[in-house]
Nanobody, 116 residues
């Protein structure tokens, strides 16, 4: 059964940084494009960043995080990362990872709170 476990969230002041990790329990990880998503209270889940399969040479970001967030992957470790810099209060949300296409059941996510 495919499962993703997110970690690395926390409370950070505006302008701070966090690095999220997503560990995948999946037999073959590198063949899937992966994404980070977030859901703020009262809002729908939205895409934050996606990375192509294989070496991850192609990435795409939501306009709201371009230039601040960086997605990357380590296929040997079966992990996807999200480096978040210059965090803003509006980045506060629960962050999830999943396959970009045909997503599986969502994990518990990791809470990111940006507040002074």
């Amino acid at each position: 059964q495919v499962r993703f476990v997110e970690s690395g969230g926390g409370l950070v002041q505006p302008g701070g940084s966090l690095r999220l990790s997503c560990a995948a329990s999946i037999s073959i990880f590198g063949i899937y494009a992966m994404g980070w998503y977030r859901q703020a209270p009262g809002k729908q889940r939205e895409m934050v960043a996606v990375i192509s399969s294989g070496g991850g040479g192609s990435t795409n970001y939501a306009d709201s995080v371009k230039g601040r967030f960086t997605i990357s992957r380590d296929n040997a470790k079966k992990v996807v990362y999200l480096q978040m810099n210059s965090l803003k209060p509006e980045d506060t949300a629960v962050y999830y990872c999943n396959k970009q296409a045909s997503p599986v059941a969502w994990g518990q996510g990791t809470q990111v709170t940006v507040s002074s």
